[in-house]
Nanobody, 124 residues
């Protein structure tokens, strides 16, 4: 069983930065990727970024590419999402997730452990 505990988030003005963290406790042997997802009110959950635990290879969805950076610690038990140049449309609940990814890294069905969520609010 894997438990993910998130920290970070908050409110910031457009153009600002925030950093999200997600720490795993428990058995990480069945996961090979981390993902960050977000969900705004009335919208579907969308993938933001993912990283393969073994190779440290990241993948970014279009909304965050060039502004967001996903990384993990050397122990591969904590994942981070650094978000820069934030926009009001980035406002959402952000979730970290761990899973077993195939060739494509932001497939919702591949993620089976989820953090509790962290609210990010960007004001204009």
């Amino acid at each position: 069983h894997l438990t993910l505990t998130q920290s970070g988030g908050g409110s910031v003005q457009a153009g600002g930065s925030l950093r999200l963290s997600c720490a795993a406790s428990g058995d990480t042997s069945a996961m090979n990727c981390w993902g960050w997802w977000r969900q705004a009110p009335g919208k579907e959950r969308e993938g933001v970024a993912a990283i393969r635990t073994a190779s440290n290879s990241p993948w970014y969805a279009d909304p965050g590419r060039g502004r967001f950076t996903i990384s993990q610690d050397t122990a591969r038990t904590t994942v981070y999402l650094q978000m820069n140049r934030l926009k009001p449309e980035d406002s959402a609940m952000y979730y970290c997730a761990a899973g077993l990814c195939g060739d494509r890294m932001l497939q919702l069905q591949d993620y089976n452990s989820w953090g509790q969520g962290a609210q990010v609010t960007v004001s204009s």
